[in-house]
Structure formats: C-alpha cells, structure tokens
C-alpha cells in the first residue's frame, strides 16, 4: 500500500502548516483528483468529503505557527509530514511525498516526487485534504480577527494583509520568523 503525502502552508504569513496522508482505495476510485492548486474551491471542498469517505486511511495534521517559529518553515512542515503519517490507521508499505526532499524520522520507506500533487493520486488527495482544512482554519480565524480578510487571501503575503498588519499590526498567531511579521513587530530581520 502506498500513501501520498502532500503540505499546504508554507507560505502563509500566519496560521499552522498542515500536512496529510493517504492510502487510496484501488477498489473505489476517486475522479477528479487532481492538485488542491489546480481545483476550484467547490470542487476541492467536495473531493475533500469523498477521500474521507473513500480512502482506506488518511490523516491530517500540522504545526502550529510556534512550532513553525521554533524549528523554521521546512522542519515544521516535516513535523507535519511525519504527524500525518503517523496518523494513518494503517500502515502503508511506501510513503509518496510531494517534492524535493523527504522528511527525516519516517520509518517507512519514501519517495520524494516534485509535482508529485499533480501525477500521484494518493498524492493529490493528500493536496486536497491540508488545503482545505487549512482553508478551513483560516475562515475561523477569519471570524475571530474579521478585519484581516483571512477567508479571502488565507493568510498569504497579500496587499490586503499587508495593509491589514499596517492598521491592526499583528495577531498572536503571526508567524514571527517570517520577515514581514517582523518588521511590523519591528524587530530585526
């Protein structure tokens, strides 16, 4: 069995990096998979229920914007990865991740694939999982801080966000290695 392993995330000036992991059921296929990037949101939030309902495992997990700050964008993402994976409900024989490079502390064996979202099933379902429940995390940010338009730009460095740390500066959940959070928080880049 194989699963894929996909991140949405990186990024983002706020909020967790949310990695998932699949196993595909051969047996009851799923159409439409494609990457999270290259799908409209309908069509994303629809396959996000059916893989749930379809896969044999999948699992989703993240690090948060501290642990993000702690160990830098590239190491949180593989904590994320391995949290995934380690959350599968079975274990898989292969491990497919989308990408250059593969995250240490994984005991089964991986495969590193670039653009493996957009030529790896399991690897797409992976892509579509974190992407909307990232999506998801940033609309209940969106309501707990309104006037940052998280909903709509989900925490990218975007002139609407940009503008928005300009008037309200900064919420708790900011990354604070990243630059531009920085240098609203004045502190040395």
């Not at 990096?17 to 999270?36: C, E, K, Q, R, T």
Request: aromatic share 6%.
């Amino acid at each position: 069995m194989i699963a894929g392993v996909d991140e949405a995330g990186r990024g983002p000036l706020v909020g967790s990096v949310v990695a998932a992991a699949v196993i595909l059921d051969p047996h009851n296929p799923i159409d439409g998979l494609n990457d999270s990037k290259k799908l409209t949101e309908k069509k994303r939030e629809k396959l996000f229920v059916e893989i749930q309902e379809k896969a044999l495992a999948w699992s989703i997990a993240e690090a948060n914007h501290i642990e993000i700050d702690e160990l830098n964008i590239l190491q949180a993402t593989f904590l994320a990865m391995r949290r995934a994976v380690d959350g599968l409900q079975i274990q898989p024989d292969k491990v497919l991740v989308d990408g250059n490079q593969i995250p240490k502390g994984i005991s089964i064996h991986c495969e590193a694939i670039v653009g493996g979202d957009a030529s790896h099933a399991e690897i797409s379902a992976a892509s579509i999982l974190a992407k909307v429940y990232r999506d998801q995390q940033m609309k209940l940010l969106d309501e707990k801080y309104p006037l940052f338009g998280f909903a709509k730009h989900k925490g990218y460095p975007t002139k609407a966000h940009f503008q928005a740390i300009a008037i309200h500066g900064v919420v708790d959940e900011h990354r604070r290695s990243y630059a531009p959070v920085r240098r609203a928080l004045n502190i040395d880049c």
